[in-house]
């Protein structure tokens, strides 16, 4: 062994053809990254990263880089881009600006005829879940990001289990990173009940390059395809629970009845066929049983999947066009605030022109780096006029955007570039006032437990801070 490390190709043209090959590596990534057309933000982050430390960001790259793959979406089945064949008609409001631009962006218009049922709280989400869990007659498909290794999870494992046995057909689909350490042996006991657990684009061994990166972030549960809850609960204790925790982070979601059912039971079939290999029939196989897609209530909703599955970005676009669209008010909560330039210029327009813009953030969230990265944005804000509120309890989960109190957003989506355009995210537009009024009123109670941010230190005191803070910025696109 020595002596082959001795060898003058060893200890000359080795090192000089590695260096060669990296080098022309490195020009290929760079090509490929200025051929997906990114954002420019997103471009730039990804072109320091692979010059300044190539060691790093090369590999990186290959590993985390991707986000629209065109063989993903060849593979995949295509998301519902419309409601022909589904015997859904559009909602009247489909002609308005929003709902037009999500419908341009490859959204289905909206629906109407449902009834709507906010979650406001970890308790309340909880025993939603169970109490669905319990009354299923045929099916259960639940996807979510996270399952906790913990009490809740376990608890639901069980329940899941136990209508596995009583031959309900039951379906979980956990993301392989965020439910890493529990998408095993800690759902063999429903797997051993005869339900079915599927892993959404695992990331050992790397199979592909960029699919770590490509998370499914969805968080939806269906019950005999006529009920779901949506929105940012994860199945973990830090999120739900059947009893009160101190700590559990503050968040929001629904349960929702009526025609858009259907659809987010498009998105589910689609995803869990993509993770299994499964062919659509057979998940159709369990039909939505007679009347499932008859109105039950008068909410009129928009149901908009954003990913590396769908053509554009549709949740990112809808969101600006709400933005651009506010003549009286913006609320934004959300547990990590990095926008990109054009998000975070409408604001600024917006701000300086007199709309009130009002954006809830936890004091401090669960990921520092992200905290470091959003500094300068609520900086720049705050001095155009922007009411920023820092939430003091604990953290903050929820993601909602309401307008002009008539039009609100809700679902799995953060405020940040990896939500709005690199992972699987689920959106519910919200057309009808009085459930926007029912969103604000959540944001308003959320707001009496809040406080604004603390005043900054002298410059001169903060130099590291000032530090971390441009390069969690210079790398927010990456987070």
């Known amino acids: 062994m020595k002596a082959l490390l001795e060898h003058p190709f060893a200890s000359g043209v080795l090192p000089h053809l590695l260096t060669v090959g990296g080098f022309l590596l490195a020009l290929f ?72 631009t999500l419908t341009a962006s490859g959204a289905p218009p909206p629906v109407a005829g449902n009834r709507l049922r906010y979650l406001t709280f970890g308790e ?80 050992l061994p790397f199979t592909t390059p960029g699919w770590a990166n490509l998370r499914n972030h969805r968080k939806i549960a269906l019950f005999d395809n006529c009920t779901a809850l949506v929105g940012g609960h994860n199945l973990a204790r830090e999120y739900m629970g059947p009893v ?7 968040d929001f979601g629904a349960v929702i009845e009526g025609p858009a059912v259907a659809l987010l ?34 909410s009129e909703l928009q149901i908009v999947a954003s990913g590396p599955d769908t053509p554009g970005d549709a949740l990112y676009e809808g969101i600006i066009e709400m933005i651009q669209e506010a003549r009286k008010s913006i609320w934004i909560i959300t547990p990590y605030f990095i926008p990109d330039e054009v998000l975070y210029r409408s604001l600024l327009v917006k701000a300086r022109a007199g709309c009130p813009v009002t954006l809830i953030l936890p004091a401090r969230s669960n990921h520092r780096i992200a905290d470091f990265a959003r500094r300068h944005y609520v900086r720049e804000l705050r001095s155009a006029g922007v009411t920023v509120m820092h939430y003091g309890p604990g953290m903050l989960h929820g993601k909602t955007v309401i307008v002009d109190d008539r039009i609100g957003l809700f679902g799995s989506a953060n405020f940040d570039h990896r939500s709005l355009f690199v992972n699987f995210e689920i959106g519910v537009l919200v057309h009808t006032e009085s459930d926007v009024l029912g969103m604000k009123t959540w944001a308003e109670k959320l707001l009496q437990s809040c406080h604004p941010p603390k005043p900054e230190r002298q410059r001169k005191h903060r130099f590291m801070g000032n530090i971390a803070e441009d390069l969690c910025r210079m790398l927010a696109p990456l987070l």
């Not at 420019?40 to 629209?68: E, H, Q, S």
């Not at 009160?244 to 503050?250: G, L, P, Q, S, T």
Request: hydrophobic share 45%; aromatic share 8%.
């Open 29 to 100: 990534l760079i090509a490929r990254l200025m051929s997906e057309k990114r954002q420019p933000t997103n471009t730039v982050a990804w072109l320091l990263v692979i010059l300044l430390i190539p060691y790093l960001g090369v590999p990186f790259y290959l590993i985390f880089g991707g986000r629209k793959l065109k063989r993903l979406v060849a593979r995949k089945a295509p998301l519902p881009p419309g409601l022909a064949g589904t015997g859904i008609i559009p909602s009247p409001v489909a002609d308005r600006p929003v709902a037009r």
């Open 244 to 250: 009160f925790r101190k700590k559990r982070w503050a």
């Open 265 to 298: 039971d498009e998105v589910f079939a689609a995803d869990w066929c993509f993770a299994t290999g499964q062919p659509k029939e057979r998940l159709q196989q369990s039909s939505p049983p007679p009347g499932a897609t008859q109105p039950a209530g008068r």
């Open 124 to 203: 309340e989400a909880y025993a939603a879940l169970e109490e669905q869990i319990r009354s299923a007659q045929h099916s259960i498909s639940i996807m979510t990001f996270i399952l906790g290794r913990d009490d809740t999870g376990r608890r639901i494992v069980a329940l899941l289990a136990q209508r596995a046995r009583e031959g309900v057909k039951v379906r979980l689909l956990l993301d392989s990173v965020g439910s890493f350490f529990s998408s095993r042996h800690f759902v063999q006991p429903l797997r051993k009940a005869g339900g079915e657990v599927a892993r959404f684009m695992p990331v």
